[in-house]
């Protein structure tokens, strides 16, 4: 069974740094795209990028490219978003989801709050 | 980038009627459209591949159309757990830019 498992909800002051995962079991990690999906009520979902874990290629939104880091450790099956610099407009869910053309499977979600 | 535009923002059906949403792309997509269900709560799930495809265990009561730039969700028959708000996303271009709809949410009339 295909399962991504998100990292749980963070609270972060604006300026901080923090970094999410998302461990993929079931499947052979490096063969399939993994994307990064930014949830809000004012956007609704929009794709950040993703990463292929088999060779490290990493593509990026250009709303979204220098604004946060994707990448992804093959010994562990994990992929993850980091930012360094954190503002309040980053307060979304942010979700992972595997690429088979479209998305087949998703993360449960990681709520990130960004408040001073 | 490729522009979807979901219509209607709101659609109100009875339980038991049909539906029917609507996807538009800025540009010919072919048929690289997905659609997606999203419950309060949860992770969008996929429903339609290829712009026709069903993912597994999709109930039959769910079909997907069109080609290009125009795409319909049709459901038959609404259960009540149909009420959710729906996404399309294209995925058709390379560089990737992955981009979805703004949204369908399906009430209960």
């Known amino acids: 069974e295909v399962l991504l498992v998100q990292s749980g909800a963070e609270v972060k002051r604006p300026g901080e740094s923090l970094k999410i995962s998302c461990k993929a079991s079931?499947?052979?990690?490096?063969?399939?795209?993994i994307s990064w999906v930014r949830q809000t009520p004012g956007k609704g979902l929009e794709w950040m990028g993703m990463i292929y874990p088999g060779d490290s290629d990493i593509r990026y939104s250009p709303s979204f490219e220098g604004q946060v880091t994707i990448s992804a450790d093959r010994s562990m099956n994990t992929a993850f978003l980091q930012w360094s610099s954190l503002t309040a407009s980053d307060s979304a869910i942010y979700y992972c989801?595997?690429?088979?053309?479209?998305?087949?499977?998703w993360g449960q979600g990681t709520l990130v709050t960004v408040t001073s | 980038d490729i522009v979807m535009t979901q219509s209607p923002a709101t659609l109100s059906v009875s339980p038991g009627e049909r539906a029917t949403l609507s996807c538009r792309a800025s540009?010919?997509?072919?048929?690289?459209l997905a659609w997606y269900q999203q419950r309060p709560g949860q992770a969008p799930r996929l429903l339609i591949n290829?712009?026709?495809t069903r993912a597994s265990g999709v109930p039959a009561r769910f079909s997907g159309s069109g080609s290009g730039t125009e795409f319909t969700l049709t459901i038959s028959s609404l259960q009540p757990e149909d009420f959710a708000i729906y996404y399309c996303?294209?995925?058709?271009?390379?560089?990737?830019?992955?981009?979805f709809g703004q949204g369908t949410k399906l009430e209960s009339k």
């Open positions: 079931g499947y052979t990690f490096t063969n399939s795209w």
């Open positions: 989801a595997r690429r088979a053309d479209s998305y087949d499977f």
């Open positions: 996303q294209q995925y058709n271009n390379w560089p990737p830019r992955h981009t």
């Open positions: 290829g712009a026709f």
């Open positions: 540009r010919d997509i072919g048929k690289n």
